[in-house]
């Protein structure tokens, strides 16, 4: 039986596995790295961290859904200066490329943001681009030029590999990626959670505190899909990471299949801790029962009818 090899690469950045774990569902990375064997990963995503210290939305902020769940934590967060003093001297021993996550509110603490991460040991920084401006409250990833200056900033700032996480809400998803990539985004995150709300019938209330949150699971998967589908397409070369309702081996190749180079995994964690071991067994039968060796095979592979 011939060996797999899961290498795969965004615009250099190599990476051991195309599975990642997401950010916002696997902490730091040191907490969750205690209880499952994290070397099975490509790299694995911290929590997003702002220039100074967020409290985050009051409760109720998480709440489960028919399918998935809704999320209004606000990026809680301790700060960058908190962040760095406290991650600097792990990230060496986790046993896992650790990517920082970086957001603000402004062009100038995206970079400020970046510069501690990049401090701090991170292999990548993927620049969280789902924060509202806080100018006009418009998200940034909703706007090519806003978004493209950030990542500007951000590249000026740093030398480690930047990608630009985007919302699947994103009215020209194509367009924004374009101008990301153009400003120096190595590769492009897509997707981050969708728009979504629910109600509380007991207490005729929204489900969670600030109403509309993100929603997240198996039923974002279409929606992002969609997204790397059409980069992909538009964009080709594009280095994509998949992010969107992967529980599955099979998640993972068909994200491949439609454009992607690596895919993260992330609200199953929250289930399922030690899912990443499963999915790479199901991911090594998916291969083996498309008569593939590489994950290279896979990606961009998709036929039209």
């Given at each position: 039986?011939?060996?797999?090899?899961?290498?795969?690469?965004?615009?250099?950045?190599?990476?051991?596995?195309?599975?990642?774990?997401?950010?916002?569902?696997?902490?730091?990375?040191?907490?969750?790295?205690?209880?499952?064997?994290?070397?099975?990963?490509?790299?694995?995503?911290?929590?997003?961290?702002?220039?100074?210290?967020?409290?985050?939305?009051?409760?109720?902020?998480?709440?489960?859904?028919?399918?998935?769940?809704?999320?209004?934590?606000?990026?809680?967060?301790?700060?960058?200066?908190?962040?760095?003093?406290?991650?600097?001297?792990?990230?060496?021993?986790?046993?896992?490329?650790?990517?920082?996550?970086?957001?603000?509110?402004?062009?100038?603490?995206?970079?400020?943001?970046?510069?501690?991460?990049?401090?701090?040991?991170?292999?990548?920084?993927?620049?969280?681009?789902?924060?509202?401006?806080?100018?006009?409250?418009?998200?940034?990833?909703?706007?090519?030029?806003?978004?493209?200056?950030?990542?500007?900033?951000?590249?000026?700032?740093?030398?480690?590999?930047?990608?630009?996480?985007?919302?699947?809400?994103?009215?020209?998803?194509?367009?924004?990626?374009?101008?990301?990539?153009?400003?120096?985004?190595?590769?492009?995150?897509?997707?981050?959670?969708?728009?979504?709300?629910?109600?509380?019938?007991?207490?005729?209330?929204?489900?969670?505190?600030?109403?509309?949150?993100?929603?997240?699971?198996?039923?974002?998967?279409?929606?992002?899909?969609?997204?790397?589908?059409?980069?992909?397409?538009a964009l080709?070369?594009?280095?994509?990471?998949?992010?969107?309702?992967?529980?599955t081996g099979?998640?993972?190749?068909?994200?491949?299949?439609?454009?992607?180079?690596?895919?993260?995994?992330?609200?199953?964690?929250?289930?399922?801790?030690?899912?990443?071991?499963?999915i790479l067994?199901?991911?090594?039968?998916?291969?083996?029962?498309?008569?593939?060796?590489?994950?290279?095979?896979?990606?961009?592979?998709?036929?039209?009818?």
């Amino acid at each position: 039986m011939a060996q797999l090899d899961l290498t795969t690469s965004l615009d250099g950045l190599v990476l051991s596995s195309p599975l990642l774990a997401a950010s916002g569902t696997v902490g730091s990375v040191w907490e969750w790295a205690e209880t499952t064997d994290v070397s099975i990963y490509g790299a694995a995503v911290a929590k997003s961290v702002a220039p100074t210290a967020w409290e985050g939305r009051p409760p109720p902020r998480v709440a489960p859904t028919a399918v998935g769940m809704l999320n209004g934590i606000g990026i809680q967060n301790p700060g960058i200066e908190s962040w760095v003093e406290e991650m600097g001297a792990r990230i060496p021993g986790l046993g896992v490329p650790v990517w920082g996550s970086a957001v603000a509110g402004e062009v100038g603490g995206f970079a400020l943001v970046a510069q501690g991460l990049e401090s701090a040991g991170v292999a990548a920084i993927e620049v969280n681009l789902s924060c509202p401006n806080l100018d006009d409250g418009e998200m940034f990833s909703f706007n090519a030029r806003r978004s493209a200056e950030v990542v500007t900033a951000v590249c000026s700032a740093v030398s480690a590999p930047v990608g630009a996480k985007l919302s699947p809400n994103t009215p020209d998803i194509v367009g924004v990626t374009r101008a990301c990539r153009e400003a120096g985004a190595r590769f492009a995150v897509l997707t981050n959670t969708a728009f979504g709300f629910g109600v509380s019938l007991p207490e005729r209330k929204p489900l969670l505190s600030g109403g509309v949150g993100g929603y997240s699971g198996p039923g974002l998967k279409p929606m992002s899909m969609r997204c790397v589908h059409e980069v992909a397409t538009a964009l080709p070369g594009m280095p994509i990471v998949a992010s969107g309702g992967v529980s599955t081996g099979r998640d993972v190749v068909e994200y491949l299949v439609a454009g992607a180079s690596a895919v993260e995994a992330g609200t199953i964690h929250l289930a399922e801790p030690k899912a990443g071991a499963r999915i790479l067994r199901e991911l090594h039968a998916e291969m083996r029962t498309l008569g593939v060796t590489s994950v290279t095979d896979l990606i961009g592979s998709l036929g039209e009818w």
